[in-house]
């Protein structure tokens, strides 16, 4: 890369993580010009990508959780930014950074600025952009009620323990699926829409996903007899377990469309509807991923 210039956005919790400013520090002395801007409220990481991309800057890093990455890769693809993203894994889950194989240590993460950037796709809906995973359902739920305390003190279980504690909540949700050459409708207790392969905390439900296929992976999980079995076998991860009851798909868009209300969780962002049209935004960002990164397709 010619200029080894570069705005890390840090989310406001980790502004005095020491071995984020070491990391920093280190990349520093090694030639680069790291510039710090803190978020403190709502917008403000897509306040500060868009100064950022004013200024000239060429890499832009997202430095929180997935929801910090979301805000901040959300921005730069609407803004149809030409420069790269990469990433500072720094959040409790670290789904997508954790599937892509980006190390979770921030001075390893850091020196993924060095690796050529990667065309990736995004996820759009309605307007929304997300990259990992959208999640509807019971899922989501448990991704939206982990409190900041239980995450604080058990990390990705916090997920677990939250869904197993809300088992007496189960509830499914009627809801039609319409895509090329696919078509579904029935009961649903979880769904993932991914360009990644896992949410909440380290629940794989797409397995197979590549960020650079220009496809949307596609997994429903049906109402069953046995609810609290299945969705036992989702929040413990079972991979091979859940496939088998899964409803699965591989497509370019898809179109949801559910009566009685689906709440939705784009990377953390929690949206409520009845109707939704999914698309895979090909080539949509440029990322810095390792060389030997699972999720991209050679």
Request: some cysteine; overall charge negative; hydrophobic content about 45%.
């Amino acid at each position: 890369m010619d200029e080894r210039r570069a705005l890390l956005i840090l989310h406001g919790k980790q502004a005095l993580n020491p071995e984020v400013r070491s990391a920093v520090e280190a990349r520093r002395e090694q030639g680069w010009q790291l510039d710090v801007r803190v978020t403190w409220e709502g917008g403000d990481a897509q306040r500060l990508v868009n100064e950022g991309l004013a200024a000239g800057y060429p890499v832009i890093i997202a430095g929180g959780g997935d929801g910090t990455l979301r805000d901040v890769a959300e921005a730069m693809a609407l803004a149809e930014a030409k420069a790269s993203l990469a990433l500072l894994p720094l959040g409790t889950a670290n789904d997508f950074s954790r599937a892509a194989g980006v190390a979770l240590e921030p001075a390893a993460a850091l020196q993924l600025l060095d690796q050529p950037a990667q065309a990736i796709d995004l996820g759009g809906v309605d307007g929304q952009v997300f990259l990992n995973m959208a999640t509807g359902g019971f899922g989501s739920n448990v991704t939206a009620n982990t409190s900041e305390d239980l995450k604080r003190v058990l990390g990705g279980a916090a997920y677990l323990l939250t869904g197993l504690s809300r088992f007496a909540e189960v509830s499914s949700s009627f809801a039609r699926f319409t895509g090329p050459d696919f078509n579904w409708e029935g009961e649903v207790l979880a769904l993932g829409i991914g360009n990644g392969r896992q949410a909440g905390g380290g629940h794989v439900l797409c397995p197979q996903a590549r960020v650079n296929d220009g496809l949307l992976d596609v997994c429903i999980v049906p109402a069953a007899a046995d609810a609290v079995g299945t969705l036992g076998t989702l929040l413990s991860g079972g991979i091979k377990g859940l496939q088998s009851v899964a409803v699965t798909a591989r497509v370019a868009w898809l179109e949801v469309e559910a009566p009685k209300g689906l709440d939705l969780n784009l990377d953390g962002e929690p949206v409520e509807t009845t109707k939704a049209r999914f698309s895979a935004l090909p080539q949509a960002l440029r990322v810095h991923l390792p060389a030997d990164c699972p999720l991209l397709f050679e």
